[in-house]
T-cell receptor, first 114, second 116 residues
């Protein structure tokens, strides 16, 4: 079984709809992240959480919100989707262990907003 | 402002030859660098990393070189194999970036195609 799972894997939605992307992990990591990938722009950080009570905005948080329901679950919401939120979304986890910066990624959710 | 840059969107090499992927950064606070590989329909997977106290790190066919004065790192793959065909992202981080958050700043990626 995958260590980091994302649901749904693909989603098409209409402008103005609310949508939630979910992420679960079995790695036991405290830190979780949401990124979006756009062609030519790499991966950009939307939100991150270092534990259930700690939520932080990343570089592109406008239009998004998150919820850390448990250590293993971190969901991303688009309250009112717009077409420029069409992108590939990745969840990632990491464990603060000395000098380790490595993050582990889920398989991604391809979101299309029409 | 793109703090981590991969100026080559794509690279094509012959099987068995060396692949060299380049990455430049602008923030001198970065002290740890990583390379990730991404296949279509999959998430990025960690490949190799290097701390700023080193100038080279090797893992099998993969070697990362860091030139701090030039703010440049490169990933060498020798010999290249068709299974190496993927998008490669470099990423940078720092204990002191954004309050020791260990956030990763990613480059835009380079698509490597290894021709049989």
């Amino acid at each position: 079984d995958a260590d980091v799972t994302q649901t749904p894997r693909n989603r098409i939605t209409k402008t103005g709809k609310r949508i939630m992307l979910e992420c679960s992990q079995t790695k036991g990591h405290d830190r979780m992240y949401w990124y979006r990938q756009d062609p030519g722009l790499g991966l950009r950080l939307i939100y991150y959480s270092f534990d259930v009570k700690d939520i932080n905005k990343g570089e592109i948080s406008d239009g998004y919100s998150v919820s850390r329901q448990a250590q293993a679950k971190f969901s991303l919401s688009l309250e009112s989707a717009i077409p420029n939120q069409t992108a590939l979304y990745f969840c990632a986890t990491s464990d603060w262990a000395g000098n380790s910066y490595e993050q582990y990624f889920g398989p991604g959710t391809r979101l299309t907003v029409t | 402002d793109q703090q981590v840059k991969q100026n080559s969107p794509s690279l094509s090499v012959q099987e068995g030859r060396i692949s060299i992927l380049n990455c430049d950064y602008t923030n001198s606070m970065f002290d740890y660098f990583l390379w990730y590989k991404k296949y279509p329909a999959e998430g990025p997977t960690f490949l190799i990393s290097i701390s700023s106290i080193k100038d080279k790190n090797e893992d099998g066919r993969f070697t990362v070189f860091l030139n701090k004065s030039a703010k440049h790192l490169s990933l060498h793959i020798v010999p290249s194999q068709p299974g190496d065909s993927a998008v490669y992202f470099c990423a940078a981080s720092s204990k002191n970036y954004g309050g020791a958050t260990n956030k990763l700043i990613f480059g835009t990626g380079t698509l490597l195609a290894v021709q049989p």
